[in-house]
C-alpha cells in the first residue's frame, strides 16, 4: 500500500530510534494528544524503544472517549423514538452513557446502523423516506468537515429527513484549557496529522509562544511517529520551542481552505462538554441557524435524563495525562474491554483500551 | 413469481416430505438418505469425535462462499482438529418464509461440492421453517462425527516450551469478505473468503511423523484468540513475529480502512498447529504442498516467560501483548 | 482521530470519486478537495478525501529517512 508501506520500514525504524536515544540527554514529557496515535504507539510497541528520557503521555484526543454522559445520553434517547433510524460510527456503539449504550438500545429493538460514511447514512434516508435518519457527528476538526458536507448534499439532493445530532469538538481550545489547568507539565506535544491536514499548523502557534511548548504535526505510521519525536528531541536539547510539520505529505501550514470553509458555513462553535475536563468555551460545534432543519436538537424533544458518572472512574484524570490507567483501581480489575466502566476503555483508541489490549505498562 | 419456501414446507406434510424427497436426497445421494428413516444407522470403531456447531452468517451469500458450504466445512475442520477423520454430518435447517427455493437450492448444491470434496456424507437432516422476522433468512445447524486414528492425541492443552507455532496461509480472508457486503460498509475488492475443508492437510500433517500437540481453527476472535487459548490451555506464553505472519495486501488494506487488526478477524479455511521443534520445517513443507496450505509458515514458538500470554514482536523491533478479542471488532474512524 | 488511509483516485464524476487502497475500491466524495485528479492519491476519512497528498514530499521525507539511517551506520556500524 503505497505511502503507508514504505512508513513502517523497520530497518529505517531501528536507525531513527538509534538517533533518538543519542540525542536525547534532557528530559522530555511529551503528549500524544490524538488517540490514534496511542493506538499506533501501543501497536508498534515505540514506548518501550524510546530512552528513558523521554515520557510519553496521552492526552485526550479521542473524540469518543471526550463525550459527556450529558451528550451521549441524548443519542441513546433518539435512539428510543420508534420514528428514528440512528446512523453513527462504529466506535461509539459500545460506549456506556449514564444508563445504556446505543449497542444495548440496538439489542432492545432500536433502529441502530453502523456506517462507515455520511454518505451511506444519506443513502439510508434516501432509503426510508417514512423514517427520520439521525447521524451521530462525533469527532474533532477531521470529520466535522465531512459532516457539514453531508449536510449540504442533503440541502442539494432534496433530502428532507436527514439529521445530525453534533457533538464535535475542536482541538486547539482543549490543548488551551489542558495547559492553562497547570496540571499537566509538558515539554512537546506530538500535534494530531488529521486534524491538522484539515486546520493547518498554524493555530498551535500560541503553545510554543505562551507557553514554551515544543511542537511538531505528526503523521501516525510509526516512522512519521519517531521523526516527530526526534524533531521534538531536537527542539527540547536547543531550548527552541516551535510549531514544525513532520507530516508534510499531508498537512500544509494553512490547511485545508474549502474544508475550514465547508466546516465554517454549515457549524459555527459553542460551548464543548469534555468528559473529565467540563466545559470548555468555544471548544464544541453547533448547527447554524441556517441549517437547524438538519438539526436533531432543533427537531427532535430529546429528554435524555440526568447524567449519571460511574464512581471510581478516573478517566477523566486519564485524559487530562494526571494519571495513567494503571494509576486506577479499576483498571483490569473491574474496568476492561468486556465489562467497561468508562469510555477510555471502551473507545478503540482510548488511552485506558490501548493499555489493556497492548500491555503498555505490561511487567513494569 | 419465483418460488418461495413456505411455512408448510417445514410442517412434515407433503410439502415438506416433497422438498426432502426431491431435493436433498437426489443431492447427497446416498443410502442412508434414501432410506429416509428417523435417524441414520451406522457402525464405527476406534475413538470418536463429535461435534456440532451453527451457522448464522449474514449475508448467506459472500465472495467466495455461501452458509451452505460454512457449514460443511466448519463441521468437518472442527472434527480435523481433534486430528479426527470426519465420516458423517447432519443438516438441519430453520429457513425463514419466503427464502427463495432458488436460493436454498443453490446453497444446498454449495453444501453437496463441499462435502464430496472433503469426502464425507450427509447423513441426515432436518427443515423447520419459521415465520417471518423469526430467522434471519436461513441458519443451519450441521453436527459430524468422525474417527480418531489410534495414537493421535491432540489437544489446545499439549503445547509445550520450545514447540513451534505453524499458521496454514494467510489471515483475515473469511472476515474481510464477509464485511464487504454488508449494508453501510460498501467497498468492493478481490477478497474471497478461505472457507475450506482442512481434513486433508491435517492427514498429511499427521502422516508427517512429527509430534503435533495442538491444531485449532482461527474462527471467530482471529488468530490472536486462538493463540490465547493456546496459551492458557497449555499454561505456556507464546511470542509471535509480526512480519511472519502471512496477510494478502488486499486484506491489510481493507484492515486499513476498517480500523480493524486482522489478527482478530475471522478465517474459515485455515488452522493454527503446535508442533515439535525439530520437525516443523518439515510440517510446513508437507502443507505447502497442499492445496489449502500453500503460504504456510513458522509465526513463533512456544516459551516458559509470561505463560497464559501471547507476546508479538512487532517489526519495530518491540514486544506488545496479543490479547483476546473482547466483544467484536467494530469499524472505527479515530 | 483519526483513521485516514492513502487511497489513489481512479475516476471521477462531479464530486464523487472512486478510490482504491490496495486493492479495495470505495466511492469517495471530493467535495473538500474538488481539486483532486485521477491518479492523485489522497487522504480518505470515513468516505471523504481530506487532502490530496504531496508526492513529493512524500520522497522528500522517505530521503530524510534514509540519510538518517545513513548517518546512523556510518557513526555505529555494527
Known amino acids: ?160 429527513n436527514y439529521y445530525v445530532l453534533s457533538l464535535h469538538k475542536l482541538c486547539p481550545p482543549v490543548v488551551k484549557a489542558l495547559l492553562d489547568s497547570g496540571e499537566v507539565r509538558l515539554d512537546g506535544l506530538v500535534c494530531p496529522g488529521h486534524v491538522s491536514a484539515i486546520i493547518g499548523s498554524l493555530p498551535y502557534e500560541f503553545i510554543p509562544r505562551d507557553y514554551g511548548i515544543a511542537c511538531v504535526v505528526a503523521g501516525f505510521e510509526p516512522l512519521d511517529i519517531l521523526q516527530s519525536i526526534d524533531m521534538l528531541v531536537s527542539q527540547v536539547e536547543s531550548g527552541q520551542p516551535k510549531v514544525e510539520i513532520a507530516y508534510r505529505r499531508g498537512v500544509k501550514p494553512e490547511g485545508n481552505k474549502i474544508a475550514l470553509e465547508l466546516m465554517d458555513k454549515v457549524f459555527e462553535p459553542c460551548d464543548g462538554n469534555w468528559r473529565g475536563i467540563g466545559v470548555v468555551p468555544r471548544s464544541g460545534l453547533r448547527l447554524r441557524k441556517e441549517y437547524q432543519h438538519y438539526d436533531a436538537e432543533h427537531k427532535f424533544e430529546i429528554k435524555p435524563g440526568k447524567p449519571v458518572e460511574p464512581k471510581g472512574c478516573i478517566c477523566g484524570e486519564v485524559l487530562r495525562a494526571v494519571k495513567t490507567p494503571l494509576d486506577c483501581k479499576l483498571f483490569r480489575k473491574v474496568c476492561n474491554p468486556e465489562h467497561p466502566v468508562g469510555p477510555c476503555m471502551v473507545s478503540s483508541e482510548g488511552t485506558c483500551a490501548a493499555y489493556f489490549q497492548y500491555g503498555e505498562g505490561y511487567g513494569r | 413469481m419465483e418460488d418461495k ?17 426431491q431435493n436433498f436426497v437426489p443431492l447427497f445421494d446416498n443410502a442412508f438418505l434414501d432410506k429416509l428413516d428417523d435417524s441414520a444407522v451406522f457402525e ?94 436461513l441458519f443451519i445447524n450441521s453436527a459430524g462425527v468422525g474417527v480418531i486414528p489410534s495414537g493421535v492425541d491432540i489437544s489446545g492443552s499439549n503445547a ?63 488468530l490472536a484468540s486462538t ?31 476498517l480500523g480493524f487488526d486482522p489478527l482478530y478477524v475471522a478465517n474459515e479455511g485455515k488452522l493454527v498447529a503446535v508442533v515439535a521443534a525439530h520437525g516443523a520445517e518439515k510440517v510446513v513443507e508437507v502443507m505447502r504442498r497442499k492445496k489449502y496450505g500453500k503460504e504456510a509458515a513458522i509465526i513463533g514458538e512456544v516459551v516458559s516467560e509470561h505463560p497464559g500470554r501471547v507476546i508479538l514482536k512487532t517489526r519495530m523491533g518491540a514486544s506488545r501483548i496479543v490479547d483476546m478479542l473482547v466483544g467484536e471488532q467494530l469499524p472505527r474512524i479515530c | 482521530m483519526c483513521l485516514a488511509i492513502p487511497a489513489k483516485v481512479k475516476s471521477i464524476k462531479g464530486v464523487e470519486a472512486e478510490v482504491e487502497v490496495g486493492g479495495v475500491s470505495r466511492k469517495a466524495s471530493i467535495m473538500l478537495t474538488p481539486e483532486a485528479k485521477v491518479g492523485d492519491y489522497v487522504l480518505l476519512h470515513t468516505g471523504y478525501a481530506i487532502n490530496v497528498i504531496d508526492e513529493e514530499e512524500a520522497q522528500e521525507t522517505l530521503k530524510i529517512f534514509q540519510e538518517i539511517a545513513e548517518a546512523e551506520d556510518r557513526e555505529s556500524p555494527s
Do not use: W
Not at chain 1, 26 to 50: D, N, W, Y
Open chain 2, 160 to 222: 509445550r516450551v520450545g514447540d513451534k507455532v505453524i499458521l496454514s496461509g494467510s489471515i483475515g480472508d473469511h472476515g474481510i469478505a464477509v464485511i464487504s457486503q454488508r449494508e453501510g460498509l460498501q467497498f468492493t475488492s478481490s477478497v474471497k473468503s478461505d472457507c475450506a475443508p482442512l481434513n486433508k492437510l491435517v492427514a498429511e500433517m499427521l502422516d508427517s511423523g512429527v509430534e503435533i500437540r495442538c491444531l485449532r481453527d482461527p474462527t471467530r476472535g482471529g
Open chain 2, 5 to 21: 419456501i413456505l411455512l408448510a414446507h417445514g410442517s412434515g406434510g407433503k410439502l415438506s416430505h416433497d422438498l426432502v424427497k
Open chain 2, 227 to 257: 493463540l490465547n487459548e493456546f496459551a492458557e490451555s497449555s499454561g505456556v506464553g507464546i511470542v509471535i513475529e509480526e512480519q511472519d505472519i502471512p496477510v494478502h495486501e488486499v486484506v491489510q488494506a481493507a484492515c486499513e480502512l
Open chain 2, 44 to 137: 464405527l470403531k476406534d475413538r470418536l469425535a463429535f461435534t456440532t456447531d451453527s451457522y448464522v452468517v449474514n449475508p448467506i451469500f459472500f465472495p467466495g462462499g455461501d452458509i451452505g458450504k460454512l457449514a460443511v466445512c466448519g463441521t468437518v475442520n472442527d472434527l480435523s482438529m481433534m486430528g479426527a477423520v470426519p465420516k458423517y454430518l447432519s443438516i438441519a435447517l430453520i429457513i425463514e418464509e419466503g427464502l427463495l427455493m432458488s436460493d436454498l437450492k443453490r446453497i444446498m448444491e454449495s453444501t453437496k461440492k463441499a462435502a464430496k470434496e472433503a469426502g464425507v456424507k450427509i447423513v441426515t437432516g432436518d427443515t423447520k421453517v419459521v415465520n417471518k422476522g423469526s430467522a434471519d433468512k
Open chain 1, 1 to 160: 500500500m503505497k505511502y503507508i508501506n514504505e512508513f513502517r520500514d523497520a530497518e529505517l525504524g531501528k536507525r531513527l530510534i538509534a538517533r533518538i536515544r543519542q540525542r536525547s540527554t534532557k528530559p522530555a514529557r511529551l503528549m500524544e494528544f490524538c488517540g490514534s496515535h496511542t493506538v499506533s504507539i501501543a501497536r508498534s510497541g515505540l514506548r518501550q524503544l524510546l530512552p528513558p528520557t523521554i515520557t510519553m503521555l496521552s492526552g485526550p484526543g479521542c473524540p469518543v472517549c471526550v463525550t459527556a454522559n450529558a451528550d451521549l445520553d441524548k443519542a441513546i434517547a433518539l435512539a428510543k423514538l420508534p420514528e428514528v433510524i440512528i446512523t453513527t460510527f462504529g466506535d461509539m456503539m459500545k460506549v456506556p452513557a449514564s444508563r445504556s449504550s446505543l449497542q444495548q438500545v440496538k439489542a432492545e429493538g432500536g433502529d441502530v446502523r453502523m456506517v462507515y460514511s455520511t454518505l451511506d447514512a444519506l443513502e439510508i434516508a434516501r432509503g426510508n423516506l417514512s423514517k427520520s435518519i439521525v447521524f451521530i457527528g462525533v469527532g474533532f476538526e477531521t470529520t466535522a468537515p465531512t459532516v457539514a458536507a453531508s449536510v449540504l448534499q442533503a440541502q442539494q439532493q432534496g433530502i428532507d
